[in-house]
């Protein structure tokens, strides 16, 4: 069983930064994605970026020359570089691990972004 625990969440003002972190604990292997999805209210769940075990990168349109993903295998953690933050990304990111079987999801982390 994999759990996953997030970090890094806060309040900014817009055009600042913030780093999300994530650690899983269980067995991951190296072609589960380990990623980024995030939900503001009354909107569905989107994916935010993600990161294969080999460094493969992929991030939405929105979040793009932004935002950078980053994934280390020895500590089984994924992070989050948010940068120049707008008001639109305040949402509750989760954190994902998907493998070929089954996704999980971590508890959640608001980021609240002021104008």
């Known amino acids: 069983q994999v759990q996953l625990v997030e970090s890094g969440g806060g309040l900014v003002q817009a055009g600042e930064s913030l780093r999300l972190a994530c650690t899983a604990s269980?067995?991951?292997?190296?072609?589960?994605?380990m990623g980024w999805y995030r939900q503001a209210p009354g909107k569905q769940r989107e994916l935010v970026a993600d990161i294969t075990g080999t460094g493969s990168t992929n991030y939405a349109d929105s979040v793009k020359g932004r935002f950078t993903i980053s994934r280390d295998n020895a500590k089984k953690s994924v992070s989050l570089q948010m940068n120049s933050l707008e008001p639109e990304d305040t949402a509750v990111y989760y954190c994902?691990?998907?493998?070929?079987?089954?996704?999980?999801w971590g508890q959640g982390t608001q980021v609240t972004v002021s104008s």
């Open positions: 994902s691990l998907r493998s070929p079987w089954r996704t999980y």
């Open positions: 269980g067995k991951i292997f190296s072609r589960d994605y």
